[in-house]
């Protein structure tokens, strides 16, 4: 009874207090009538508001009272108005075009414009306003669309149109194809330090799926000197009142408006060049603070941006106190196309209720994101109320249609039919893409390889088949976990060796332990520098072999994972019995400038008889340790996900060979430590990477080739490139049982050189730079020095190579980074 008394009291309250909540809602347009989109709407001397949605109607949630409720947007007037609330209220607001005045002009005896002398006061109090508050929370709902404009019916063999109906789109493949809305708490320490929970998340289409929109990520800060948006620019982009902005910009004084008692110059921006990362538009400044008022301003393909033609920006900013003005709201608009695709969509953010003098756990700022697992669980009504965005015809029509496939996406019966359609197996598949089968009810997929990946050719085997099949099956669709397993079948039509092998992964708490065993024919550089198909090329049709091969059956267990942060170990147990092969054919397409095989020794060519080693067996231990001094992470529904850190990875490892146990014949101990980090930011002057590493064998009682430390060399035009790879050097001459160390240091100048030039800045290359180092003492300081061009993951270098200062190598390289 009790319980029942409580029941009704609490539902009693909670209606009363939905009762007590009314909304302000209502149009707002220009003199025209024609809608003013994305308006930001808020309460005088408050952080509360809201934000008009793309056709200009806006909507906001406030208790019954006496409100002074401002519209501002940029280019406009801003318009105020008194309501004393009492009801849900519609009110309409037309506004009327900002007249900036530009009075009697002071040109200095430079002829320069005053904005210059307005600009140079924002830059010198750029740092205290980027400062000035050192802390704060805030709530920010995220809006984020995109719309495909036009699609080609087919692309690369898969049907568009019927991709397109199962994404919701019409039938000339147009509509929403991301609809998502987030409402996040997002708390900021100075300097830069943030962290985001988000509270809420919908998402068009799907019932389980976590939005995409991340605060963090929309978070655009003018007074930093840069804005690094990774993917979208190589190089980062030039804020207009950075500290060497006038380098990058002109600026032109357009007028002044006063508003709220405050003196606003209105600046017109424009790059100095065409092809700097700089952006165009306005940026407004208040006179005397020299704050940033507003900013409009967008980027264009000019600036070398990638995948979009444009991108426009549009902040907003409010006065928390006397001293203090914060965000209000960020816009990205954006259109582009590839391949046949135009797209078009924007993300918005509206920010609230500020808190400037929060309180915070001790290491919250560890932790950038965290997304719960209940954080798709809210209901239309709770959207409703929160939304200060609303929703327009068309997203209110998405959200309705897709709300429907979700609930069929997720049954067996549509799961089972796309499975029908997918799994269809066509002889093509067979030969070029291998055959895939899928299983999404149960989580399977199973893959067979194609049968133009599993042909090569070299002269120890002959024609080789070397065909694999895989599993996998993820089992925990919340944590992610799976388990996989994998066999290979190698023949070798030459020497008529059968091998085979199998491998499984299996989760063990969180870590995975991996299980081999088997028999293959293997490259003696257990980098495997050059691949099966590219040696095939060349054995064929250069008569030049240049992988060597050995027939590897073992046994192995390795244990790998994250033991805490950023300190990452795994431990491997291997025997192996190691036999080398003899060539078994002379056989090519073509004999070109009297090409002759080498054997399979590589340190005596001329000789095929002569093995490189005796047949041997070996049981080694290998562990392996990293630190990368990340403390960074970020929580999904399925688990963290540890960032990368701002420090270099130091790396151990040690091998230990043992000898007398299960007929081992090795007895050796090696010792190596590494130093990396990949893409440190110079600013406008690109990205650097180096590879330090250093070993030496304590013990070299008994050991063979195989066992010896080997470097990821190069001889040939094609190259896997890579941050611990050579250019030049031989693929196993070079090898060591003693001691080695080794340097690699590459430069990316991001377009800074090429940018200049139209060509090849339009086809958007970077300049690469390359030096790497090698001391053993079978070969003494050898160098090289590389530089090239790069396109995505493809480059083409010209290198030369060096040992103590004698040119003994050089040549053009192309390669593949992955």
């Given amino acids: 009874m009790r319980f029942a008394f409580t029941f009704i009291l609490f539902t009693l309250f909670y209606w009363s207090a939905s009762a007590q909540s009314t909304t302000l809602s209502g149009k707002v347009t220009d003199q025209s009538g024609k809608p003013v989109p994305f308006v930001s709407v808020y309460i005088k001397n408050t952080t509360k508001g809201a934000s008009a949605n793309s056709e200009g109607d806006y ?194 004084l357009l007028g002044t408006s006063t508003e709220n008692g405050v003196l606003i110059n209105k ?127 068309e997203e209110r029509t998405d959200y309705k249609k897709k709300e429907i496939l979700a609930i069929k996406r997720d049954s067996k019966a549509y799961e089972d039919s796309l499975d029908k359609v997918t799994n269809k197996v066509k002889p093509l598949n067979l030969v070029l893409s291998g055959v895939n089968i899928i299983n999404r009810y149960k989580r399977e997929f199973y893959h067979l390889d194609p049968l133009i990946g599993a042909l090569s050719y070299n002269t120890v085997e002959g024609p080789v088949l070397n065909y694999g099949a895989s599993f996998r099956k993820r089992y925990d669709s919340v944590t992610n976990k799976f388990l996989a397993f994998g066999a290979n079948l190698r023949y070798g039509f030459s020497d008529h060796l059968f091998d085979a092998n199998a491998n499984a992964t299996l989760p063990v708490g969180s870590f995975y332990l991996n299980l081999a065993g088997g028999s293959n024919v293997v490259d003696l550089n257990n980098h495997e520098p050059i691949s099966s198909f590219v040696n095939s090329i060349y054995t064929l049709f250069e008569r030049e072999n240049y992988e060597k091969l050995y027939q590897k059956k073992f046994a192995s267990a390795s244990l790998s994972g994250r033991i805490t942060g950023g300190w990452q170990a795994a431990a491997t147990v291997e025997w192996a019995d190691h036999q080398w092969l003899p060539n078994s054919t002379n056989y090519s397409l073509f004999s070109p400038d009297n090409h002759q095989f080498t054997s399979n020794n590589p340190f005596v060519p001329e000789l095929n008889d002569v093995p490189l080693f005796q047949e041997y067996q070996s ?168 530089f090239g061009l790069q396109y995505l993951n493809f480059r083409v270098m010209y290198g030369e190579s060096f040992n103590s200062g004698s040119n003994i190598r050089n040549g053009v390289r192309i390669g593949v980074s992955f």
């Fill in 267 to 393: 600046i017109r921006i424009t790059p100095r060049r065409g092809y700097d990362p700089c952006f165009e538009g306005y940026i407004y400044i208040i006179d005397g603070s020299w704050r940033i008022y507003a900013v409009d301003v967008y980027i264009t393909k000019r600036a070398n941006i990638n995948f979009v033609d444009t991108v426009r920006i549009n902040q907003q900013f409010l006065p928390i106190d006397s001293n203090r003005w914060m965000q209000a709201s960020n816009r990205y608009d954006f259109t582009g196309g590839l391949f046949g695709f135009r797209l078009k969509g924007y993300f918005i953010s509206v920010y609230k209720d500020y808190d400037l003098n929060p309180t915070f756990k001790k290491n919250e700022f560890n932790e950038i994101l965290h997304i719960p697992q209940k954080v798709t669980k809210n209901d239309t009504d709770f959207w409703n109320q929160l939304r200060p965005v609303p929703l327009t015809e």
């Fill in 59 to 252: 909507s906001l949630q406030l208790q019954p009272g006496n409100y002074d409720v401002r519209y501002k947007a940029v280019g406009y007037k801003q318009e105020s108005r008194s309501v004393n609330l009492r009801s849900s209220t519609v009110l309409n607001v037309t506004l009327t075009a900002e007249i900036y005045e530009l009075n009697a002009v002071t040109i200095n005896a430079k002829g320069e414009d005053p904005a210059y002398a307005i600009i140079r006061k924002a830059i010198r109090k750029r740092k205290a306003h980027l400062s000035e508050t050192k802390s704060y929370t805030c709530e920010v709902y995220i809006k984020g669309l995109q719309k495909l404009l036009s699609a080609p019916k087919k692309f690369m063999g898969a049907d568009i149109n019927q991709i397109g109906r199962e994404l919701g789109l019409d039938s000339n493949r147009r509509g929403i194809i991301y609809l998502s809305e987030s409402e996040s708490k997002l708390s900021y320490k100075y300097p830069g330090q943030l962290h985001e929970e988000m509270i809420s998340s919908k998402f068009s289409g799907s019932n389980k799926m976590f939005s995409f929109n991340r605060a963090s990520d929309a978070r655009v800060n003018f007074y930093d000197n840069f804005q690094n948006w990774q993917g979208l620019s190589n190089r980062p982009l030039v804020s207009p009142i950075s500290d060497n902005a006038i380098f990058y910009y002109k600026y032109k």
């Fill in 619 to 786: 049981l080694k231990v290998v562990l392996r340790t990293t630190y990368d001094f990340s403390n960074k992470y970020e929580t999904y529904p399925f688990g963290r996900r540890y960032l990368p850190s701002d420090y270099p990875t130091i790396g151990l490892t040690f091998t230990k060979g043992i000898k007398d146990v299960f007929g081992s014949d090795v007895d050796y101990d090696l010792l190596s430590a590494d130093i990396s980090k990949q893409d440190i930011s110079l600013g406008m002057y690109g990205k650097t990477s180096f590879f330090l590493a250093a070993g030496k064998f304590l013990t070299a009682n008994s050991l063979y080739y195989p066992d010896y430390k080997q470097f990821s060399g190069n001889e040939i035009l094609f190259y896997k490139s890579g941050i611990n790879s050579f250019l030049l050097l031989d693929y196993y001459k070079f090898s060591t049982r003693t001691e080695y160390v080794e340097g690699h240091l590459e430069h990316n100048f991001s377009s800074f050189i090429t940018n200049k030039i139209p060509l090849i800045r339009k086809l958007k290359l970077q300049e690469i730079v390359d030096f790497n180092y090698l001391s053993t003492p079978e070969l003494r300081n050898y160098m090289e020095f590389g």
